[in-house]
Nanobody
Framework: VQLQASGGGLVQPGGSLRLSCATS????????LGWFRQAPGKEREGVSC????????YYEDSVKGRFTIARDNFGRTVWLEMNSLQPDDTAVYYC????????????????????????WGKGTQVTVSS
């Protein structure tokens, strides 16, 4: 199983970025995938997750309405579209998968527990600054 996050960069407040998580070694048809972030001096936190076979998505309150998670059709990539970015969104962003639990629209916070993740990709830095 491999995951690789990419697409980070420097953006001004109010700007947008699109992160990608390329996956291999497992099927997104059967397993959920989550996005996490870790800001300097803070713990890693869940951001959003998806279970594409039934269309379930979940967003933490801090990003709801600004971020969108999606999968390319029948492919191996999950995107995180981030709009209206603010300095508080500055962090290293990671994608990860838990091979046992499932992301649901109402219970995504149960999925987005960093300690439960089985596989992690290398992170991509997102910096929001003027």
């Amino acid at each position: 199983v491999q995951l690789q996050a990419s697409g980070g960069g420097l953006v001004q407040p109010g700007g947008s970025l699109r992160l990608s998580c390329a996956t291999s070694g497992f099927s997104l048809d059967h397993f959920s995938l989550g996005w996490f972030r870790q800001a300097p001096g803070k713990e890693r936190e869940g951001v959003s997750c998806i279970h594409s076979s039934d269309g379930s998505t979940y967003y933490e309150d801090s990003v709801k309405g600004r971020f969108t998670i999606a999968r390319d059709n029948f492919g191996r990539t999950v995107w995180l579209e981030m709009n209206s970015l603010q300095p508080d969104d500055t962090a290293v962003y990671y994608c990860a998968t838990d091979m046992e639990k499932r992301c649901t629209s109402s219970g995504g916070s149960n999925y987005l527990r960093p300690n439960n993740m089985d596989y992690w990709g290398k992170g991509t830095q997102v910096t929001v600054s003027s």
